[in-house]
Each structure stands twice: as structure tokens, then as C-alpha cells.
């Protein structure tokens, strides 16, 4: 039942690492247990992060310690796509995402790339054009299955983030399994209760990527952009639209 603390064996969800007696590492405080990720997303009370299984999300409480690559505190401003390891009770919460019972600490491990939240960027501007298309929808579903630079974990935080800042329900699929489930009316060509956002990430360098994205709802009711082009500056990732295409 959701929202009631279970205790699950740790050694079947993802990298959760049981700790014995004493302190987790130099100076860290004591932990019962151990969970590796990434850091999705920072808010006022709790960060959002992605594990290693397919649908391991994890809402987090910023009332720990946290604790830089060298053990030295760090400040949560810091925090942004690091990979990082918390330390806890070993209590989890069964919740989506899921909570950590009794966090004590937080150690950033390494610095990742921050691409959920160049997309989320990406899914909200294609959101704000043509909002027409968005009139009156229940669903919103994604369609990741081309995108080559995100595990998992990210491609279900990236859809709990979008979706879940407009209030709407959010799911995984392309459009024949949208089909299938009922979702979409292939003989129609319409999403009637909802939305498609796909992004296809086409061809990556060192310098960055290349991508198309858009959101369709119809037939004749979509928005593309394509040729979008990625690059990393200063640690931030940006995006310029090659061109846009209405139906």
C-alpha cells in the first residue's frame, strides 16, 4: 500500500550496500545502508534521485548532511547531476517516487552530465508552442525509446518532472504501444484525451548532440522541431532549434 514504510532486501533494489557498525567513510556519520544515484532535480525541501534500475526514483529530504567528493560540506546549490551516495537507515518508504526512511547523509561521488534537465527544457518549450494542441488532455506520454544518452532512471524522472509540473498523468510508450493500450486511435489518428512528446537523439560528438523532438496530438495536429543542436557551456547544457514544422 502506498505511503507505508516496508523494509525490502536491500540486495534486490538496485545498489543499496548494507554498512556494518561505525562510520560509512572518513568523516561521514554513521548509516545502516547505502544508496547510489544521480541528482535529477533540487527543490526547496528534497532532491529528486535516479537509481539504477529502470523505474528507481527516490524523493530524498534535504534535512542531511551533505558532503563533498573530498568529505568536505558542501552547500545543496552545488548539487546538479552529480552522482552521489546517501547514506540512510535502510527504511524505504513505498511511495513513486520512493522516500528514504531516516536520511543521514549525502556524498557527492562524481559530477554527470545534467541532460534530464536540458529535455525538461526541451518538453516545456514545445509545450508553450501551438498550445492549442495541449486543450483539454489527461495523459501526457513520452516516447524515449530513441534517446541513446539517458538510462532508465533518467527517462522516468524526466516524465514524472514534465508531466508532473502540469498536474498530468505521465506514461512511457511509442505510438503503436499507445495504440495497443487504447490510448490512441490509430484508424482516426488521434490522441483524443491526450498528448505524444518523442525526442530522437541522431547523431552525438565530442562537442554535443543532435536531436529532434515534438508533440503530437492528431493527424493534422503536431509541432516538430528538428535539427536541434546540443552543446555544453561552462557545465550547462543548451539547445538551438534547426527548424520547426507545423501539421
Known sequence: MRGKAIFIVLALILILTSCTGGSTGRGLPKADAILTGKIMHVDNDSFLLAGEGAA???MVSKTLAIYDEEGRV???SDLKGQTVEIGFSGMVMESYPAQLGEPVYLKITGQGDD???LY????EDLWDV???LNGEIETMAFDLSKVSN???SEKSALIYLVSGSHGIFGISGTFDELAEQGYIDKDQLLFEKGILFQLEVTNTSKTGFVFNASKWRSGDGAYF???CRAVERDGNWEYTVGSEAIS
Open 56 to 58: 528507481d526514483l527516490f
Open 74 to 76: 558542501a552547500e545543496t
Open 115 to 117: 541532460l534530464v534537465g
Open 120 to 123: 525538461q527544457t526541451v518538453f
Open 130 to 132: 501551438d498550445p492549442g
Open 150 to 152: 539517458l538510462s532508465d
Open 225 to 227: 522541431y528538428q535539427d
